[in-house]
């Protein structure tokens, strides 16, 4: 039933207006209410209602989630002595069957203290997996390159602090990630070369609703879900797919097109991602600096053009014509959990607009879970939200921090024991 639900809703959908057509909604487009306009009131009417959200989200923001594919997967590496003995790496090569030559090439800690199978926290990463482990021997991945001025023995282990690996594993968790890059390269020129592998054949032009970038790295943290679902040492069921920033837009898209991921934390996700499009005045007035107080959808689409689709761009000064907000992304993980991640300074990802999110898409947890939302107002900085629509904001800037991934894990305790 998932895989025919996502083949569905990754066809040419119906056809929609286009963006100038639509009727401008200053206010919160209400999820539980269809374009035929009869408010959903049962669990069973969510079913058509998340499916046109689903074939919205597609059409107008992100571009078509392409189908399934197949892979072969190798391990390629295997230490099981990994972290002081703590933990069992594994590099595993996921060669997919389309685009062609795609590879996915996922690092997989593993506790080795467990009575069972291990949740897993899964997330995209942004420089490469030799980054998240000062491991000599974690493969330099095809296309790579370091960053300014940094040889690859510095890029090495360069972000364990933001992955906190070895906190995980001392609490049972395990670990996988890949580079973002592995399929469709963060550029706006490289990735239209594969966006294009994308399309049907002959189709040069990426059309107004075709695969854009947030779409194919969801597609491709689906196939790292099919891998982990069939892992011995995962357990299925608890599978949390986290990311930050851009990775954490892709979290959320990939978490809302897939039930098979448990809990899905956007850290810091921002505007495209767990942050509203229809912004407050004062968020969005240009100051002094030239820019607005949090990022727009003019703003980014300037800026990463390869991220969202071409109907996306027609927004940028018209977001509320949009059929719907990102409330409705989140309303579509209902039942399972999210827990959206914020930092105090990093006022570009718009930490109140993003509760505000979780209030909007409350009515749903509660038809779909009887709970959502456990407060009104944002927790204390520092302090955990648990709720099942939760919410966690610390102290800081733009990044993910080890205070992060200790909340993470707290509120994965809470829900995700066996």
Not at 225 to 252: C, E, F, M, Q, W
Not at 259 to 270: C, D, F, T
Request: hydrophobic share 45%; net charge neutral; glycine share 8%.
């Amino acid at each position: 039933m998932f895989f025919a639900t996502m083949l569905s809703a990754a066809r040419a959908v119906a056809a929609f207006p286009e963006p100038g057509a639509l009727p401008s909604q200053p206010a919160l487009p209400d999820p539980l209410v269809p374009l035929a306009g009869e408010r959903v009131t049962t669990r069973e009417g969510w079913t058509p209602r998340a499916a046109e959200l689903r074939e919205l989200f597609q059409h107008y923001e992100y571009g078509t989630i392409p189908p399934p594919a197949k892979f072969e997967a190798t391990v390629v590496r295997e230490d099981k002595e990994a972290l002081g003995g703590k933990a069992t790496l594994r590099e595993i090569t996921l060669a997919l069957e389309r685009p062609e030559g795609a590879k996915i090439n996922l690092l997989l800690v593993v506790p080795n203290q467990r009575s069972g199978p291990s949740p897993v926290f899964l997330g995209l990463n942004f420089n490469g997996n030799l980054a998240l482990l000062p491991d000599p021997l974690i493969t330099v991945p095809p296309g790579w390159k370091s960053k300014k001025g940094e040889t690859l023995e510095h890029a090495r282990g360069s972000e364990k602090d933001n992955w906190s690996i070895e906190a995980s594993i001392d609490r049972g968790y395990a670990v996988a990630s890949f580079w973002n890059g592995d399929v469709v390269p963060d550029d706006k020129e490289a990735a239209e070369t594969v966006l294009r592998k994308f399309r049907p054949a002959g189709e040069e032009a990426r059309g107004p609703a075709d695969t854009a970038t947030i779409a194919a790295w969801a597609w491709c943290l689906h196939r790292a879900v099919d891998y982990l679902v069939t892992a011995p040492a995962i357990d299925a069921r608890r599978i949390a797919v986290v990311g930050h920033s851009r990775n954490g837009k892709t979290a959320l898209l990939a978490a809302a097109f897939d039930p098979r991921i448990a809990l899905v934390i956007p850290s810091q996700a921002g505007c495209g991602g767990s942050a509203p499009v229809r912004m407050a005045p004062e968020m969005a007035a240009i100051h002094a600096t030239g820019r607005p107080t949090a990022e727009t959808v003019a703003v980014i689409n300037k800026s990463f053009p390869h991220w969202f689709c071409g109907n996306f761009k027609a927004f940028g000064e018209a977001p509320e014509k949009l059929p719907f907000d990102q409330h409705a992304l989140i309303a579509l993980c209902a039942p399972r959990l999210v827990l959206l991640s914020c930092a105090t300074e990093d006022l570009w990802a718009n930490p109140s607009g993003q509760f505000d999110m979780l209030r909007a898409a409350d009515p749903v947890y509660r038809l779909i879970a009887g709970d959502g939302l456990g407060s009104t107002s944002m927790p204390e900085v520092g302090k955990l939200l648990p709720s099942r629509l939760g919410y966690f904001i610390r102290p800081g800037k733009h990044s993910m921090a080890p205070e992060d991934w200790s909340a993470w894990i707290d509120y994965a305790e809470r829900w995700m024991k066996p």
